[in-house]
């Protein structure tokens, strides 16, 4: 698969998990010794590496944009990148949504994305600059 076959299976596989969460954890079937809690991390399992190439697919159509100042283009797939697997290109596509955010003048919708930075890669440059980034926001 390449590019957009890559990001629409990507984006497909996202929404079929999201109707199986819905799905009370602990339904099962006749003939079933499985739960739907239990399918439902095992599909999780199986389709978090297609979430991890679909994310950076959509993270490189995002980057040349931002590159160029469309930010609100760029964010736009920044935004689907991050709903599919938030710590996409070691929590860079967090740090690029709160970017587009701070650059567009939305600095309490950039906030949560620092945060999630901040939280979830302790140790890591990015998130010292995304620490940095907080501190510009007041």
């Given at each position: 698969?390449?590019?957009n076959?890559?990001i629409?299976?990507?984006?497909?596989l996202y929404?079929?998990?999201?109707l199986?969460?819905?799905?009370p954890?602990d339904?099962t079937?006749?003939g079933?010794?499985k739960t739907?809690g239990?399918?439902?991390?095992d599909?999780?399992?199986?389709?978090?590496?297609?979430?991890r190439?679909g994310?950076?697919?959509l993270?490189k159509l995002?980057?040349?944009?931002?590159?160029?100042?469309?930010?609100s283009?760029?964010?736009?797939y920044?935004?689907r990148?991050y709903q599919?697997?938030?710590?996409?290109y070691?929590?860079?596509v967090?740090?690029?949504?709160?970017?587009?955010?701070q650059?567009?003048?939305?600095?309490d919708m950039?906030?949560p994305?620092?945060e999630y930075?901040?939280?979830?890669?302790?140790?890591?440059?990015?998130?010292t600059?995304a620490?940095?980034?907080l501190r510009e926001l007041?």
């Amino acid at each position: 698969m390449k590019g957009n076959d890559l990001i629409t299976a990507s984006e497909k596989l996202y929404q079929s998990i999201a109707l199986l969460k819905a799905i009370p954890a602990d339904t099962t079937a006749d003939g079933q010794t499985k739960t739907a809690g239990t399918l439902l991390a095992d599909a999780q399992a199986l389709y978090e590496p297609i979430y991890r190439y679909g994310a950076d697919e959509l993270r490189k159509l995002a980057e040349p944009l931002f590159d160029q100042g469309k930010y609100s283009e760029a964010l736009a797939y920044y935004l689907r990148a991050y709903q599919m697997y938030p710590g996409s290109y070691g929590g860079g596509v967090a740090y690029y949504c709160g970017r587009c955010y701070q650059l567009m003048r939305q600095p309490d919708m950039a906030r949560p994305y620092y945060e999630y930075v901040v939280a979830n890669f302790a140790g890591k440059s990015i998130a010292t600059s995304a620490a940095s980034r907080l501190r510009e926001l007041g």
